[in-house]
């Protein structure tokens, strides 16, 4: 169920790297090299195709994240959506070439506006109760 | 207007629906019998209780022979995830080791 629309939330990471666009694109898309820095997948870099990111499986999550690859612009833009544990989001990756190497830019996006119930219910002590899944999520990292 | 949140923190408010939920997510699919052994409450109550959860799409059931199976849907406690904490953390430690990754390529 995907509902794109501005009551969504994103996570946005920005770096500059002093590697031209090329090589970071690289370590972007290339699969063993997705592996080192991301998680063990069967990435291609076609729009269309689905894949997956696997992390080590804990109780009640089997570790796989399910993607399908939408935008592919060698050097410049790389888009996939992002889906798990009934998230239902997208990433999408900007190369920016700079005098210095490339800025790169991470937009993850369409956490949904219900976050507000969870700060809410953060101060209700409901981040304890739901631990086993803020585990899960912990996993991830 | 109630969002998934709402009807999530309902289903939740009850302590013994939620001891019922956390001892599916911790020990799996189990048998109505089963969860009423340990409830501590008559199996009506807890038939109950599993039907309000069933609602809120916290658990699933399915049926074997004379006995309900319930299964506890953790993924439906989405809307409670702080996943902007979560994922916040995830890339910044994932743009570390992109950056190690790019140090050690081609050299």
Known sequence: MTTPDTSTHSVIVEREFPYPPEKVWRALTESSLIEQWLMKNDFQPVAGHSFNLRSTPVPNWDGIINCEVLVVEPNRKLSYSWGTLGLESVVFWTLVATEGGTLLRMEHSGFPSDQDASYKGAQYGWKRFIGGLEQVIAGLQ | ?107
């Not at chain 2, 709402?6 to 799996?28: C, M």
């Not at chain 2, 004379?66 to 994932?94: C, K, M, N």
């Open chain 2, 1 to 107: 207007m109630p969002c998934a949140a709402d009807n999530l923190f309902r289903a939740l408010a009850d302590p013994t629906r939620r001891a019922i939920f956390e001892r599916l997510t911790r020990d799996g699919e189990q048998t109505v019998h089963a969860l009423t052994e340990r409830a501590g409450v008559s199996q009506p109550m807890v038939s109950k209780h599993l039907a309000a959860l069933k609602r809120a799409k916290l658990v699933h059931n399915r049926r074997q022979g004379r006995e309900t199976h319930y299964q506890a849907r953790p993924e439906a406690l989405a809307p409670l995830v702080d996943w902007i904490g979560h994922y916040g953390a995830f890339w910044h430690s994932r743009f570390d080791q992109l950056e190690d990754l790019l140090k050690r390529m081609d050299k």
